[in-house]
């Protein structure tokens, strides 16, 4: 393999690790996106099932404890959310991981080449 052989083999590769770079970016957009969509719905959804609630309450002590209710269904929510969250960012962490030790095994065989080639030369 030639000097503008390896070049363009290099630039391919460099430029395949890119778009992986860019897919694994534009989904973990995606779905933290739609995470955000679902949360966004599902308050919406508790909050107006707890008006409805509100609005049949008798008194103090069923409104106070319809407080809670909603207080304990937010907080179930968001936990969720959160962990979702972490896993989508864990799984995108890995991915780039992966594509990390894809490039160095490739610049590694790049560079063993150019050894090569370069004691053949002197």
Do not use: C, P, W
């Not at 779905?31 to 409805?52: A, F, G, I, R």
């Not at 008194?59 to 909603?70: A, D, I, R, W």
């Amino acid at each position: 393999m030639d000097t503008i052989e390896l070049f363009n083999k290099t630039n391919q590769a460099s430029l395949e690790q890119v778009r992986k770079l860019t897919d694994i970016n534009q989904q973990t957009f995606q779905k933290l996106l739609e995470q955000q969509l679902d949360l966004t719905t599902s308050l919406v959804s508790v909050s107006m099932k707890h008006l409805e609630q509100v609005g049949k309450a008798k008194g103090y002590q069923e409104l106070v404890t319809l407080q809670g209710g909603l207080l304990r269904a937010y907080s179930e929510q968001m936990t969720t959310t959160f962990k979702q969250g972490h896993e989508i960012l864990n799984d995108a962490r890995h991915s780039m991981n992966r594509l990390m030790d894809d490039s160095v095994k490739v610049a590694e065989e790049t560079v063993k080449h150019v050894g090569t080639v370069a004691r053949k030369a002197a």
